[in-house]
């Protein structure tokens, strides 16, 4: 405590404010200036700012000359309010039908909120004609997940990521029934193909780890801080991969055939492709990309209209699948059940 300078004798609750009118009218401060300010001492501040956390006030951190920065992450409780043209509404509307993969999780809930809000201050003509325009958007799912088991896990994964707050996860690999624990750092939430996953630092596994939504079995939010390296970029953990894999790239050429190249040319499928349209119609694209068996359900999907030519291991495996397709279909068909060609007919 500075001298000369008058003892502050608060109360717990007279603290709080006093640390919320500190950081709501400060750009921000260090645990050091807290604890002047109030006249106790570091511990007495972090479990303070813990309690001012809970009471639904989301902090955040950031490192400035080697010290630790505390501030709010909005400069109130509740966002300031935010203006909106009818044509920014009307992409709101439409992004709206595209989060249709994310019910039974908070997600869904917060943004049927939000339009909820959104309702209340339009006139009537115009909340009509905007729920009139998300119809002209309807985003087809097959085989999207139900994440209403993992609801409460994503709750709380949901304060791990805004206030970079270390987890113990109970994870269940793939293929194995016994869950086991990590201790993560979590980073990014991924969307992909309907699908939701975790992606952070494992302490335990010594690197970036991604952890599919549905096979966490329990997630415990400690109350000890990360800080996100200034390198890291969750762009760059997936530049190589075609999906989700990120292991050794390969060099892949495909040939398509005349039918579909249509369909195949005027598309990105990895930066820096190449594609050459043959003088009989048929396209080749070449890339480098990794991850093998996404590759491999990426050239079945067009069936006899799609040839690997390069890498042989890749070639390999999908003449290994196709063989095996065959034999089960004729082992069916051996056995008495009706051909597919008749099913067709």
């Not at 799609?306 to 051996?334: F, N, S, T």
């Amino acid at each position: 405590m500075l001298k000369g300078k008058p003892a502050k004798k608060y109360s717990q609750a007279g603290r709080l404010h006093s640390i919320i009118r500190l950081l709501e009218t400060r750009r921000g401060l260090t645990l050091d200036e807290l604890a002047e300010e109030c006249d106790v001492d570091r511990r007495t501040i972090h479990r303070d700012l813990n309690a001012v956390e809970q009471a639904g006030y989301a902090l955040t951190t950031e490192w400035s000359d080697g010290k630790k920065i505390y501030s709010f992450l909005t400069r109130s409780r509740n966002l300031p309010p935010i203006t909106f043209t009818l044509p920014q509404l009307m992409s709101l509307y439409l992004l709206r039908s595209l989060g249709a993969h994310l019910a039974g999780t908070p997600f869904q809930g917060e943004i049927d909120e939000l339009f909820k809000s959104i309702h209340s201050v339009l006139p009537d003509r115009h909340a009509a004609h905007l729920e009139r325009i998300a119809r002209v958007s309807l985003p087809l799912l097959h085989g999207a997940r139900d994440y209403t088991p993992s609801a409460p896990y994503v709750a709380d994964l949901q304060k791990a990521l805004l206030q970079q707050y270390r987890i113990r996860l109970n994870y269940a690999k793939k293929g194995k029934k016994e869950a086991e624990l990590y201790e993560v750092d979590p980073y990014t939430l991924i969307f992909h193909k309907g699908g939701i996953y975790l992606l952070g630092n494992a302490h335990n596994r010594a690197g970036i780890r991604l952890f599919a939504l549905e096979r966490i079995r329990g997630v415990e939010v400690t109350r000890q801080r990360f800080e996100i390296p200034d390198s890291y970029q969750p762009e760059s953990h997936f530049s190589s991969a075609f999906g989700l894999v990120s292991d050794s790239p390969m060099k892949v050429r495909v040939r398509f055939s005349a039918e579909i190249a249509h369909a195949v040319k005027d598309r990105v499928w990895m930066p820096g492709q190449k594609i050459s349209i043959e003088p009989k119609g048929e396209v080749t694209v070449e890339f480098e990309a990794a991850g093998q068996m996404e590759l491999v359900s990426w050239i079945l999907s067009y069936g006899i209209h799609a040839e690997v030519l390069e890498p042989a291991d890749l070639r390999k495996e999908v003449k290994r699948q196709v063989k095996g397709m065959r034999e089960l279909y004729r082992g069916k068909d051996k056995k008495g059940d009706t051909p597919l060609k008749q099913q067709i007919k």
